[in-house]
């Protein structure tokens, strides 16, 4: 029987090397990933990065009824049975990976301890950028107006703007669910649009996020459109919004707006600001912009509540490199960083909202 021969000393020690460099990295190259833009890094900030070790999904249970008490006298029959209270909200996994290539010939050239650590510092760097872009783009992305009921990909994490698509102005009062604002969403017709398996239509206003009209002009009226949408989020109790993300252009109206109270709103002790973002404050919630062409080209305003916001994913498989081997009929070594995940889930839509789009 032959004998397979085994790798190249020095291959299989620039395997070795690569490895363990990343995973001496790893930790901090995954802090700075999440921090690479604004929106990942509020929600790193706020501990919305959960954790599930595998299942076929990620799987939250949402409350959306009540038991119905009633007043009674002397002779009156009493209400029996069982209110419907509860159902299941389910994400997919989704897949993040980004590869590192090297050529054996290159393994060679750079078999000196300082061209060695040069190779394996400019590839993991590179891999690292990739995977920076990679998040911010997943996190915010648009709708996939052909992705089946719930607009996304079936490749694609969900994002902000799956919880919170473009809406058509709908009822400015509270629903029978006490919800207010939108009624249907672009590239929905009835009762096609699912989130996170529920139907949003069918009377299910409950699993509806709040919305308000925009009106034009930003620089006149944003203040008060945000003020309304505050409220509507909020409901008059505690649980307030605690982050509002705009694109650049809203971000400059609203700095117009408060010039003469600047030093009042101008958050700078936050983590956002300690990392160097620029931070606003609204009715205490954090005021920030994303360069993002989808948030910028949308020119809304997103009103979050991070404390029922969730990117899920399994420690197992985030940002972890798996093996290298050879490309078939090739000189070239390959491995993948590879991340298990949801995108931003939210298991309580009503506690979001949304502005529509300013024209001016």
């Not at 996170?196 to 006149?220: E, K």
């Not at 404390?307 to 093996?323: H, R």
Request: aromatic residues 10%.
């Amino acid at each position: 029987m032959a004998t397979i021969p085994s790798l190249p000393s020095n291959v299989a020690k620039l395997d070795t090397l690569f490895t363990t460099t990343w995973m001496q990295i790893q930790a901090k190259a995954i802090d700075n990933i999440l921090d690479s833009n604004v929106f990942s890094a509020a929600l790193k900030a706020d501990g919305c990065y959960k954790t599930q070790r595998g299942g076929r999904m990620v799987e939250r249970t949402v409350r959306y009824g009540t038991k119905t008490a009633i007043n009674v006298k002397k002779g009156d029959t009493l209400p029996t049975g069982e209110d419907e209270m509860e159902t299941v909200a389910l994400w997919p996994w989704r897949y993040m990976t980004v590869h590192v290539q090297r050529n054996y010939m290159d393994d060679q050239v750079n078999a000196g301890p300082a061209k060695i650590k040069e190779l394996v510092a400019t590839k993991i760097q590179a891999a690292r950028d990739s995977l920076d872009t990679k998040l911010e783009v997943s996190l915010l992305a648009a709708v996939d107006a052909a992705g089946g009921t719930d607009l996304r990909g079936d490749r694609d994490p969900v994002s902000l703007q799956n919880l919170l698509p473009v809406f058509t102005a709908g009822t400015t009062t509270p629903n029978a669910s006490g919800n207010i604002g939108t009624s249907s969403y672009v590239g929905q017709t009835a009762a096609s649009y699912y989130y996170g398996g529920i139907d949003t239509c069918s009377d299910n206003w409950w699993w509806l996020p709040q919305s308000v009209t925009a009106n034009a002009p930003a620089l006149a009226n944003l203040k008060d459109d945000l003020n309304k949408l505050y409220n509507h989020c909020t409901r008059g109790g505690s649980n307030h919004p605690n982050l509002i993300l705009v694109g650049q252009t809203l971000y400059e109206a609203y700095t117009k707006i408060c010039e003469n109270q600047i030093q009042l709103v101008q958050d700078v002790g936050s983590p956002l600001a300690k990392l160097g973002y620029d931070v606003l404050k609204f009715r205490g919630a954090r005021f920030v912009w994303s360069p993002s062409s989808v948030v910028e080209t949308r020119n809304c305003a997103f009103m979050l509540n991070t404390s029922q916001l969730e990117v899920v994913y399994d420690p197992a498989s985030w940002f972890t490199m798996i093996p290298w081997d050879y490309i078939p009929n090739s000189f070239d070594r390959i491995t993948r960083i590879v991340s298990a995940w949801t995108g931003i889930i939210c298991a309580q839509p009503r506690t979001q909202g949304v502005t529509g789009s300013y024209s001016s």
